[in-house]
């Protein structure tokens, strides 16, 4: 599966974007989806995941509330809304594609777009 994704940028702290992800594979469907973060000098961190039905999502604490993650399986895609944002919400946004594991783990994703960046300023 190819992923690529799109729609980082800059921000101020309050505003908001939309990061979409592409896939490659027509069983798009079958795979749970997640968005990972990187920040400068810190660890990879689980931001939200979708089950490939869409019915079920899960957020990591400090984006509840503040992001929404959606799909689109008609045409492989996949969403981060992110509102209100923050400047601690700065970091390269990843796109990843799992498998039956569904949680916030890394290894739990076989698949991985090359990021795209957003800052947030201040």
């Known amino acids: 599966v190819q992923l690529v994704e799109s729609g980082g940028g800059l921000v101020q702290a309050g505003g908001s974007l939309r990061l979409s992800c592409a896939a490659s594979r027509r069983t798009f469907s079958r795979y749970n989806m997640g968005w990972f973060r990187r920040a400068p000098g810190k660890e990879l961190e689980f931001v939200a995941a979708?089950?490939?039905?869409?019915?079920?999502?899960y957020y990591a604490d400090s984006v509840k509330g503040r992001f929404t993650i959606s799909r689109d399986n008609a045409k492989n895609t996949v969403s981060l809304q992110l509102n209100s944002l923050k400047p601690e919400d700065t970091a390269v946004y990843y796109c990843a594609a799992g498998g039956t594991v569904f949680d916030g783990r890394g290894s739990s994703y076989a698949y991985w777009g090359q990021g795209t960046q957003v800052t947030v300023s201040s």
């Open positions: 979708i089950t490939g039905s869409g019915e079920q999502t």
